[in-house]
């Protein structure tokens, strides 16, 4: 087993935003000589997420955004100090973690696919550990 860690910067630009990251993954795969195995992408943050959703429509991000903001609101009666819970539930709710096939040397995506790097407690400089493993 043939295995490569990188921990990459992602650059978020407002307080709750969806990344497409697609072409960022892409080119660590390239950048491999793994063919055949994982991708796992993980966030070491507890106001960050990372997801898979459609890349084809840009209102699908606007909806997501909109639905999560909706579902846990910012001004609510949050007990945590910082005043930020509503984006550590959004990070729970998506997730901190996705595991993406490779075969060919190319990402198993359905058509509609990309890569999400949703931001939830913003701007800030990010990280996202990826790990391509064969």
């Given at each position: 087993?043939?295995?490569?860690?990188?921990?990459?910067?992602?650059?978020?630009?407002?307080?709750?935003?969806?990344?497409?990251?697609?072409?960022?993954?892409?080119?660590?795969?390239?950048?491999?000589?793994i063919k055949t195995g994982t991708i796992t992408l993980?966030?070491?943050?507890?106001?960050?997420?990372?997801?898979?959703?459609?890349?084809?429509?840009?209102?699908?991000?606007?909806?997501?955004?909109?639905?999560?903001?909706?579902?846990?609101?910012?001004?609510?009666?949050?007990?945590?100090?910082?005043?930020?819970?509503?984006?550590?539930?959004?990070?729970?709710?998506?997730?901190?973690?996705?595991?993406l096939l490779v075969d060919h040397g190319k990402i198993l995506l359905?058509?509609?696919?990309?890569?999400?790097?949703?931001?939830?407690?913003?701007?800030?400089?990010?990280?996202?550990?990826?790990?391509?493993?064969?």
């Open positions: 087993m043939n295995s490569i860690t990188k921990t990459l910067q992602i650059k978020t630009n407002h307080p709750e935003e969806m990344l497409n990251i697609t072409s960022i993954v892409e080119k660590e795969l390239n950048k491999s000589s993980f966030v070491p943050h507890t106001t960050a997420a990372v997801t898979i959703n459609e890349n084809a429509d840009p209102d699908v991000k606007k909806d997501i955004l909109f639905g999560l903001e909706k579902s846990f609101p910012k001004h609510q009666e949050y007990k945590h100090f910082e005043g930020n819970s509503f984006a550590h539930i959004k990070s729970s709710v998506i997730g901190v973690s996705q595991t359905g058509k509609w696919q990309g890569i999400y790097y949703c931001e939830f407690d913003g701007p800030r400089t990010r990280e996202l550990i990826l790990r391509i493993t064969s």
